[in-house]
T-cell receptor, first 110, second 111 residues
Framework: GQNIDQPTEMTATEGAIVQINCTYQTSGFNGLFWYQQHAGEAPTFLSY????GLEEKGRFSSFLSRSKGYSYLLLKELQMKDSASYLC???????????FGKGTTLSVSS | DSGVTQTPKHLITATGQRVTLRCSPRSGDLSVYWYQQSLDQGLQFLIQ???????AKGNILERFSAQQFPDLHSELNLSSLELGDSALYFC??????????FGAGSRLTVL
């Protein structure tokens, strides 16, 4: 089976940096994904890691350690519009669906 | 606009009824996935189709069924509806690379 854990809620201030952690246990591994979801809207793709290390994409970066079953999403220079739910998801085999964690709700205040 | 089209956007029905949700994937994508999102459960994978064939099954109830047609659109049928089936139902599609792109969702309310 699969198990994905991430914190339920986080708060941060505009302009700050926040790190959202995700730990996973899967029978196989074929990629870890981060999605952003604003309330009532569709999830949108943020980043994808299949090898260990850091992937940087503008203000957002994602890190993966396969041996530790661990990933984090790093958000820099936070803006109010970054208030959303951040979903960690894993694919256990090539070509199969993503299994999502319950998401971390991030609230950014001024 | 993600390119994945879902209809209807909102649906209100009564317990015991049956509804059909429709999804058109992005042009060129062969895989379609259905997810259910309720407040307490997060995004739950229901079922995946690839080019008309069922590829993987998740936590899909026996009261629910789906299919993918030759034109690649997909339908999710929900029958004998219960209050607990009230949720957002998302369709996603993928091609190569296999990144899921989600539609805007269908919000189902069962009264």
């Amino acid at each position: 089976g699969q198990n994905i854990d991430q914190p339920t809620e986080m708060t941060a201030t505009e302009g700050a940096i926040v790190q959202i952690n995700c730990t996973y246990q899967t029978s196989g591994f074929n990629g870890l994904f981060w999605y952003q979801q604003h309330a009532g809207e569709a999830p949108t793709f943020l980043s994808y890691n299949v090898l260990d290390g850091l992937e940087e994409k503008g203000r957002f970066s994602s890190f993966l350690s396969r041996s530790k079953g661990y990933s984090y999403l790093l958000l820099k220079e936070l803006q109010m519009k970054d208030s959303a739910s951040y979903l960690c998801a894993v694919r256990d085999q090539a070509g199969t669906a993503l299994i999502f964690g319950k998401g971390t709700t991030l609230s950014v205040s001024s | 606009d993600s390119g994945v089209t879902q209809t209807p956007k909102h649906l209100i029905t009564a317990t015991g009824q049956r509804v059909t949700l429709r999804c058109s994937p992005r042009s060129g994508d062969l895989s379609v996935y259905w997810y259910q999102q309720s407040l307490d459960q997060g995004l739950q994978f229901l079922i995946q189709y690839y080019n008309g064939e069922e590829r993987a099954k998740g936590n899909i109830l026996e009261r629910f069924s789906a299919q993918q047609f030759p034109d690649l659109h997909s339908e999710l049928n929900l029958s004998s509806l219960e209050l607990g089936d009230s949720a957002l139902y998302f369709c996603a599609s993928s091609g190569e690379p296999p990144l899921l792109t989600f539609g805007a969702g269908s919000r189902l309310t069962v009264l």
